[in-house]
């Protein structure tokens, strides 16, 4: 795209998901991406709050593992929620979704601005 950005993309997941996130770095890194994750790419004593919007700042895309551990947890919501007001701040669509099985896009059991963002964009499932 031309942009000269840190990252190539920051991936979301929950912990419970590392091994499967790591497996997609590993195989993303092997092609030339340069990939953020918070295990290895978060500075130390900074607040978490700021590591998550420079990663989503400073990357070309956000890659979100969205499975039920990730809608559970509040810093990967918090990652969602920041790499959505992004999308929309600059008019890009940088943010993608890739859709594990177990989760069922139904309006009572996700957040708000998750279930509309899941209903209105095509994701990876």
Partial sequence: SGEHMEYDAFVSCAYADR???IEMIN?????????????????????IALNILEAVLFSKRVLCL????????????????ISLHRNIE?????????MDGSVKVDQCSLPTDLYNFLSSHTYIK
């Fill in 19 to 21: 091994e499967r996130a």
């Fill in 27 to 47: 195989m993303l890194e092997s092609r030339g991406y340069k990939i953020c994750y918070h295990e290895k790419d978060f500075v130390p004593g900074k607040p």
């Fill in 66 to 81: 969205m499975t039920l551990d990730f809608i559970n947890s509040p810093y990967c919501l918090f990652e969602f929620q």
């Fill in 90 to 98: 600059i008019k890009k669509k940088r943010l993608i979704v890739l």
